[in-house]
């Protein structure tokens, strides 16, 4: 059920995004060098990678670490990145990922490759064998600030109680927040 809720709403959302996508690929290279997308190595349910696009909002040549890994990661946005990350409109390409399967609308965010303390810690969990989100339960309870052990209890948590109900009401948290750009730190 839950496959089919994500196939059905991630194409009804890509025919009605397709000129905002469109706009934001346009937008992206013409502010800075490189692809509109950016191909991220990210893990997916029982740990495989898989390849997540997101559109680029750092630029070319940044090492491949979570954002709060950088020392200074103002530096390495594009011209245009903070807007994208802070409007969430960098996660757009994401509806590809849930259209093939890698990601759901709703589960744990997909953890970079070389996250090996967060990745170690889901799998502790039983985490690890949740299908990836666009959002989650961790998302809508702290976003970027959470510390890695809180957003694991977290994602625990949404393990035990997953529903479509709970997903329903974790997607209109997302949305109020993702307007009210509550919980981007950069």
Known sequence: MKRLFDFVLALCAAMILVL??????????????????????RVGKGNRIFKMPKFRS??????????????????YLTPIGSFLRKSSLDELPQLW?????????????????????????RTQHGVHELVPGLTGWAQVNGRDELPIPEKVKLDTEYLRRQSLRFDIRILWMTFVKVLRRDGVSH
């Open 97 to 121: 990922s849930i259209l093939v399967g890698d990601m759901s609308f709703v589960g744990p965010r997909p953890a970079l490759f070389n996250q090996q303390d967060l990745i170690a810690l």
């Open 20 to 41: 905002p996508v469109a706009v934001v690929a346009v937008a992206v290279r013409m502010t800075s060098r490189g692809p509109a997308l950016y191909w991220s190595d």
């Open 58 to 75: 750092m630029r070319i040549g940044t090492p491949a670490v979570a954002t709060h890994l950088l020392q200074d990661p103002k530096a």
